[in-house]
């Protein structure tokens, strides 16, 4: 199953699409009780999937891997830096070109600041799963050179998703005598990442960044029960790795 259709098959499955088209199917068959059902149970599960403790839940599963600590980046043996792609800014008015999204550029910046403190080289990874453009490693490299005053060297700009990614970078790294490297993405998707890059060989050093739901303990009790956007986008999110590594336990 190729990129697209497996995401196809998840925005359709996720929210806010999945609760709205089971909804629909409920209000096509209105007449009947169990069509009555169908639109009870999307209502609810739109709602369930909009609290911010629904989502205090999920990434609490998610976001196994600790922060790294000042002294484990001073103290690690690895010997590159690999930056994930995180999506890409199509077309920037302001640019004019695309760029990156905000959240590759907190990985980019996060890396850049590893950089510094090791010194060692980062290869960014991501390709463009729509098909246009530039990559998203081509797109990181750009930035780091010219934002970050670090040159990129290599790169994978193949990959459309995190299986890719770790194929990729495995075969690149052992072309390159590397061995272990530091590896960058958001903390909710950092077990999937990490496992598939284990899969395919690559020593690693997980270094999660973007961590959800931190300061939950400074949040009124109430405002944990109110929907809001941002937390039904955070879930849904969430859901996309729950399902990505139930996908990826298949392979």
């Known amino acids: 199953m190729d990129s697209l259709n497996t995401q196809l098959i998840s925005t359709l499955i996720l929210p806010p699409a999945g ?7 409920g209000l096509l068959l209105w007449a009947t009780a169990f069509g009555r059902k169908l639109v009870v149970i999307a209502l609810l599960l739109q709602i369930t999937l909009s609290l911010p403790i629904t989502g205090e839940l999920i990434f609490s599963t998610l976001q196994k891997h600790p922060p790294l600590s000042r002294q484990q980046i001073q103290d690690n043996q690895a010997q590159a830096i690999v930056v994930l792609g995180g999506g ?20 980019l910046r996060y890396a850049a600041n590893i950089a510094r403190e090791t010194g060692l080289p980062i290869i960014p990874s991501g390709g463009k799963p729509g098909g246009k453009g530039d990559s998203e490693a081509e797109i990181s490299a750009k930035i780091l050179l010219l934002d970050y005053g670090i040159s ?71 405002e944990r029960f ?11 999110l969430g859901l996309h790795e729950l399902l990505g590594q139930f996908w990826y336990s298949l392979k």
């Open 19 to 25: 609760p709205l088209l089971l909804g629909l199917i």
């Open 88 to 107: 890409r800014y199509r077309e920037a008015p302001e640019y004019g070109s695309d760029t990156a999204s905000l959240r590759l550029l907190s990985r």
């Open 152 to 222: 990129v060297r290599h790169m994978d700009k193949r990959s459309r998703n995190t299986w890719e990614n770790a194929r990729n970078i495995a075969q690149l790294i052992d072309g390159l005598d590397i061995k272990k490297v530091i590896l960058i993405t958001d903390a909710a998707h950092m077990p999937r990442a990490a496992d598939a890059f284990k899969r395919h060989g690559v020593q690693l050093i997980p270094a999660p960044i973007n961590f959800e739901y931190q300061l939950q303990g400074e949040r009124p009790n109430y």
């Open 226 to 236: 109110i929907p809001s956007m941002t937390a039904a986008m955070n879930i849904s």
